[in-house]
């Protein structure tokens, strides 16, 4: 397993339970004793998806002992009034936000304990013979050789082995760069306190920007901006700290007030990219070993709808399904995988980038709150029969694509409905009633 990140972490325990020696062959130094990297996504979302997971090899319990439970969107316009979105129709549904390297130490630490796995860090990964299975790692001491019959990736979004797997006749690859940055700041405790709601996902919608913000255990919020990398109000405009502060003073004044550090945050944290990854197809088979792609290394997908994780871990049930169906026949279970998982991934990469817009520009203007606000009706009118997107996304583990079909088919109901109430009363009542009828049936 290359890559000893999230999904490599939980893979390798899915692979050890069903027997198999797993060697994590990592970049980055132990992170049991190494500082994470900063800027670097301090925390994120986990919704049923992961969860699911997680509860599978038993680890949910332990993962969501820390994580902090987010109901729904905390709103903040410019003149500071902040309005509060639930996510789901009752209020009773939560995202949880979860310290990313607490999460990556708990997956690390349960692959470890678990008989046949081994870690390797301080290797990265610089060269692959698809063919044979021959990797080649640096190391403090020095490149070193390895072989394997099956070699995994999951080595995140620029994947080191799916840049060697893109031979003539290999894996094609596509990788869509957004013209935004992300900029992590930090909103520290205040008084030992929250300094804002904890039960809430704080969003700034500014229109072509936006920053959000999620609350972690020590009692900060870790902010993200997501900026233009280029044009007014973007990176490359505001690059010294005068332009920067009176900019977000201006636009952000509510949470300027919160922010001590921002100054030295916004100098000294990167400016990370996003970029959505297709590649096809996920596994190359050589005549001496099987390569396979999971997680961002095979679908790195925009933030915006918090599932980039949640996506990779529904790769390592997926996976573990093939393998059990296929007898651990690693060529013909990835291949398997593969088949299932892509359109699957490719959908949520769309959401993702739709989720975006939503986000930073929909989610403060009045026709998104009454579209929420008739979700939420009709979802405690037809439970279980109307479900609005954002629930089947977080709240389920409904296959993506099957989630935008349903959503297709439920909007043209609703359409229908809307007509019907143009069109006059006594149409709208038949209308209604035969939607209502479809609806209890199931047909939506
Ligand atoms: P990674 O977590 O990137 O892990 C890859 C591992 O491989 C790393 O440990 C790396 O050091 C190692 N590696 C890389 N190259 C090599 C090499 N050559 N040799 C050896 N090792 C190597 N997802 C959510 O579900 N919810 C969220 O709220 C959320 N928020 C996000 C916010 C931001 C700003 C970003 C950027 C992403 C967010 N995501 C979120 C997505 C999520 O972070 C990723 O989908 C997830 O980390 C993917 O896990 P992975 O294990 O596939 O890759």
Redesign the pocket.
Known sequence: M????????LTACYLARRGHRVVL????PDPRSAAPERGR?I?????ER?IDALRRIGLDRTVLETALPMSGRMMHAPDGTLGFQSYSAGGERAINSIS?SDL?RTLLEASLAMPGVQALFE????GLDADSGRME?DTPGGPVTRTATVVLA????????RERLRLPGGVEVTQDHLDYG?K?LTIPARDGEFALDPGALHIWPRGKAMMIA?PNPDRSFTC?LFWPRSGPGSFEELDTAERFEEFFAAVYPDARTLMPDLADDYAHNPI?R?VTVRARPWHVRGAGAVTGL????AH??V?FY???????FEDCVELDRCLEETGDDFPAALALYGSRRKEHADTIAELALENFVEMRDKVASRSFLLRKRLEHGLERLLPGRYVSRYELVSFSTVPYAEVRRRIARQNRAVAAVALGIVLGVPVAAAVTTGLLRRLRRGGA
């Open positions: 290359v890559g000893a990140g999230l999904v490599g972490c062959y990592e970049r980055r996504s925390n994120l979302a986990i919704s992961g990313r990556n290797h990265r990964l610089t790692f999951a080595d995140g979004a620029y994947s080191a082995v992300y992590e999620l993200t990370g996003l999971l997680g961002d290394a790195a997908i933030p918090g599932q980039g994780a949640n996506c990779g």
